[in-house]
């Protein structure tokens, strides 16, 4: 019914940079909050950042001033840049997404992607 794919993970440094991207397709009437989110390996699920219908964004503090996250609505897409990676932050992005779902009223559900995997190298 509905689906959301991630990609834009893979190796990268210690310092450098990787752009992550979701999209969501399917019976979609509209999308509220887009987030990414962060499982290291053995660690629990951290919240990393949301992107809003309005265009406001909020992140986790450990993160902010490095990653932007940004939407397309037109796209049903979000996107996370990241900068000066840290070998710490290296697992399984995902993303998230409250969607009000094509003839369910104005009913909110949330959908996950499978994730895409990050490895920062030290």
């Known amino acids: 019914q509905v689906q959301l794919v991630e990609s834009g993970g893979g190796l990268v440094q210690a310092g450098g940079s990787q752009r992550l991207s979701c999209a969501a397709s399917g019976s979609i009437f509209h999308i509220n909050v887009m987030d990414w989110y962060r499982q290291a390996p053995g660690k629990q699920r951290e919240w990393v950042a949301a992107a809003f219908t309005s265009g406001s964004t909020t992140y986790v503090n450990s993160v902010e001033g490095r990653f932007t996250i940004s939407r397309d609505n037109a796209k049903n897409s979000v996107y996370l840049q990241m900068n000066d990676l840290k070998p710490e932050e290296t697992g399984l992005y995902c993303c998230?997404?409250?969607?009000?779902?094509?003839?369910?009223?104005?009913?909110?559900?949330?959908?996950w992607g499978p994730g895409t995997q990050v490895t920062v190298s030290s």
């Open positions: 998230r997404a409250q969607i009000i779902v094509l003839n369910e009223g104005s009913r909110t559900r949330d959908f």
